[in-house]
């Protein structure tokens, strides 16, 4: 077997990694770049690779930096299946209109991919189940279930040839926490490809809902705004739930608007709502006589009309809109009106890549510039780590721990100082496990 990786390396999007064997080829991932790599335009070049030897794709996951090139296979002339549980097909669904839509809306923005293309693309999936191996040419493929966002798979491959089994990550999800199900082990792998996106980090212990009911109360006191840039697939839902707990308990007036000002969010939130089996234990025992996602004063804006009016509303109130990393979407407006009052917080919930008006602002940007808009930040700036939904340095070496024969661990998805911490850490933890770093376009033979 051979891996070529054409994303995710040293980087943290782009995921896409080429895997060979004597007759078949697989596509694990065909993510979008982000950030500034996205300048660099890697998203409209075609991938080094034989594409006469690529018999499927196997998505781990529908966030846009592991599905968002998938509709460009078309022009490459790819006609095989794209493999995919249920509820990643769902969310996948929204992820690329969604990007095709933006594509088409903002200016100076390369248009990758239509509607259409993403039609003819949908058209091409077959569902797969955690935990059922099916076959692919050379190879036996088995999903687990990974614990990241919903319908998110680490994908197990056996090569009928050799036997020797190598397991791609996907992203890893910060094991427990508040939705989903846990992360699933692989009990048995030769090499494994793994995200490394906090290696260099241990995660704290989960305090997010305390740290929101502070910030909420702050809010509430001083009559102020609170902007939470939120991915729509996964974080958008865990806001919710938290708000919905928060109202419960009475640690949050009532009467406190909270806006889900992302039309994808609300449709997202509609999906987890019809996959009630991925949830955790807790989560499964509410939904069955309560909404998790529902409070009172939760305000949905489905329309661009209602997100404009959000302005004019006065005194106290809570926004979550995308995108996460602050590089589209309608949290920009609210920038524009907000982040220039003392009196606002912005959130930061999830993380944020290099090169995003996200990471400008975290970084301590005094300005930024928004639509030609020199936008002055006056607002708190806050983070709550602990929403990380990637497990941490201390979660991966403990996932990797669980493989029987595991002789080689290449290490991806991780800016370069988190990968080489966590490569370090690996060595220590497993010295005869030879250690990875792959670069762009490189290929290694397994």
């Known amino acids: 077997m051979k891996i070529k990786f054409l994303g995710a390396a040293s980087m943290v999007t782009g995921s896409c990694y080429f895997l060979?064997?004597?007759?078949?080829?697989?596509?694990?991932?065909?993510?979008?770049?982000?950030?500034?790599?996205?300048?660099t335009g890697l998203n409209s070049i075609k991938p080094k690779i034989d594409f006469d030897k690529l018999t499927a794709v196997l998505l781990t996951h529908a966030h846009l930096d592991h599905c968002g090139r998938l509709p460009l296979l078309l022009r490459y002339g790819f006609r095989g299946s794209v493999f995919m549980t249920e509820?990643?097909?769902?969310?996948?669904?929204?992820?690329?209109?969604?990007?095709a839509k933006l594509a088409k809306e903002e200016e100076n923005k390369v248009i990758l991919y239509t509607d259409e293309d993403v039609d003819k693309i949908l058209k091409q999936v077959q569902l797969v189940?955690?935990?059922?191996?099916f076959a692919v040419g050379d190879f036996e493929i088995t999903f687990l279930d990974a614990g990241h966002i919903l319908g998110s798979a680490t994908v197990l491959i056996k090569d009928k040839n050799t036997g020797k089994l190598i397991s791609f990550s996907g992203d890893l999800g910060n094991t427990p926490e508040p939705l989903l199900s846990p992360t699933h082990w692989v009990n048995k792998a030769d090499v494994s490809?793994?995200?490394?996106?906090?290696?260099?980090?241990?995660?704290?212990?989960?305090?997010?809902v305390e740290e929101l009911a502070k910030i909420v109360m702050e809010a509430e006191s001083e009559n102020g705004t609170v902007i939470i840039p939120s991915f729509s697939l996964q974080r958008s839902q865990e806001i919710l739930y938290i708000f919905d707990q928060l109202k419960k308990q009475g640690k949050m007036k009532a009467e406190t608007p909270v806006f889900l000002d992302s039309p994808m969010a609300i449709k997202a939130t509609e999906v987890f709502r019809e996959f009630p089996n991925l949830y955790n234990r807790k989560l499964q025992n509410q939904a069955k006589t309560d909404d998790p996602f529902d409070f009172?004063?939760?305000?949905?804006?489905?329309?661009?009309?209602?997100?404009?009016q959000i302005k004019n509303l006065v005194g106290?109130?809570?926004?979550?809109?995308?995108?996460?990393?602050?590089?589209?979407?309608?949290?920009?407006?609210?920038?524009?009106?907000?982040?220039?009052?003392?009196?606002?917080?912005?959130?930061?919930?999830g993380y944020q890549a290099d090169g995003t008006m996200g990471r400008q602002i975290k970084d301590g940007a005094d300005n930024v510039n928004v639509w030609g808009n020199i936008v002055t930040v006056k607002a708190k700036i806050k983070e709550i780590k602990t929403m990380s939904s990637h497990a941490d340095q201390v979660q991966i070496l403990n996932w990797l721990g669980k493989m029987e024969g595991l002789s080689q661990v290449i290490l991806t998805h991780g800016e370069e100082l988190p990968r080489l911490v966590l490569a370090e850490k690996v060595r220590q933890e497993?010295?005869?496990?030879?250690?990875?770093?792959?670069?762009?376009?490189?290929?290694?033979e397994i």
Request: glycine share 8%; aromatic share 6%; charged share 30%.
């Open 87 to 99: 509820a990643t097909k769902a969310l996948v669904e929204l992820v690329l209109y969604d990007s």
């Open 296 to 308: 009172p004063s939760l305000v949905l804006c489905d329309t661009l009309e209602k997100s404009r």
């Open 129 to 133: 189940e955690y935990d059922k191996p």
């Open 430 to 444: 497993f010295p005869n496990v030879k250690v990875s770093l792959p670069v762009l376009d490189e290929e290694i």
């Open 193 to 208: 490809v793994v995200e490394s996106t906090y290696g260099d980090e241990i995660h704290k212990r989960r305090d997010e």
């Open 20 to 39: 060979t064997g004597k007759e078949t080829g697989l596509l694990i991932d065909y993510g979008m770049f982000q950030g500034k790599i996205e300048e």
């Open 316 to 349: 106290v109130k809570i926004i979550v809109a995308g995108s996460g990393m602050m590089t589209g979407g309608r949290v920009l407006h609210h920038v524009i009106s907000f982040l220039g009052d003392s009196k606002t917080q912005l959130v930061f919930v």
